[in-house]
């Protein structure tokens, strides 16, 4: 089965800095892709961005950017210019390839001060 | 209708009851999925349909737990015989196809008296 483990419960940024969030899967599967959602406090989750397992480039969308370290089954996320509506809870995600339900990780809650 | 919708957004029951909830997914979105949400934690698979089939069924979900989508359009959920550990965040989502990207909708929060 796999896992989906996010080691930071919170994290907290300042205005216009840079953050990196964590988190590590555990696979055998070599057809994949990963997901970072972020919830915001009672309102629905959506979609940040997206890796597939396959492509070596790493995804970005705007301010937000990936690493993904295939054999080290690390896929992080980095934030750049953190903005206050920035702030919510953020969950990984995994899924096979093929096979469209998610796993996720019990999230990790970013906080922004001005 | 730019969104998935779910109707109650809130639910407030006494143990022993039964209670249905509803999800209307995008409208072209073939898939559709349901997962639960309790405090501090991920969400969790349930189950999902592609167009009125249902086709996957977590070990969460037990016999209390029946789920219908028919004609392939809305979805309910319905939990049988209320317990309070059934309280929880329950989340719809649906994508266009196999991992195309699934869109969640604001959830029903369910609490057990």
């Known amino acids: 089965a796999q896992t989906v483990t996010q080691s930071q419960p919170e994290m907290s940024v300042q205005e216009a800095e840079t953050v990196t969030l964590s988190c590590t899967y555990d696979?055998?599967?070599?057809?994949?892709?990963l997901f970072w959602y972020k919830q915001p406090p009672s309102r629905q989750m959506i979609l940040v961005i997206r890796?597939?397992?396959?492509?070596?480039q790493n995804a970005t969308e705007n301010r937000f950017s990936v690493n993904f370290q295939k054999a080290a089954k690390s896929f992080s996320l980095k934030i750049s210019d953190s903005q206050l509506g920035d702030a919510a809870m953020y969950f990984c995600?995994?899924?096979?390839?093929?096979?469209?339900?998610?796993?996720f990780g019990k999230g990790t809650m970013l906080l922004v001060s001005p | 209708d730019t969104g998935v919708s779910q109707d109650p957004r809130h639910k407030i029951t006494k143990r022993g009851q039964n209670v249905t909830f509803r999800c209307d997914p995008i409208?072209?979105?073939?898939?559709l999925y349901w997962y639960r949400q309790t405090l501090g934690q991920g969400p969790e698979f349930l189950t999902y349909?592609?167009?009125?089939?249902?086709?996957?069924k977590s070990r969460l979900l037990s016999d209390r737990f029946s789920a219908e989508r028919p004609k392939g359009s809305f979805s309910t959920l319905e939990i049988q015989r209320t317990e309070q550990g059934d309280s929880a965040m329950y989340l719809c989502?649906?994508?266009?196809?196999?991992?195309?990207?699934?869109?969640f909708g604001p959830g029903t929060r369910l609490l057990v008296l």
């Open positions: 989502a649906s994508s266009l196809a196999v991992m195309e990207t699934q869109y």
């Open positions: 696979t055998s599967e070599s057809d994949y892709y």
């Open positions: 890796q597939e397992a396959y492509k070596q």
């Open positions: 995600a995994f899924s096979e390839g093929g096979y469209s339900t998610l796993t």
């Open positions: 409208s072209e979105h073939n898939r």
């Open positions: 349909f592609q167009n009125e089939a249902q086709l996957e």
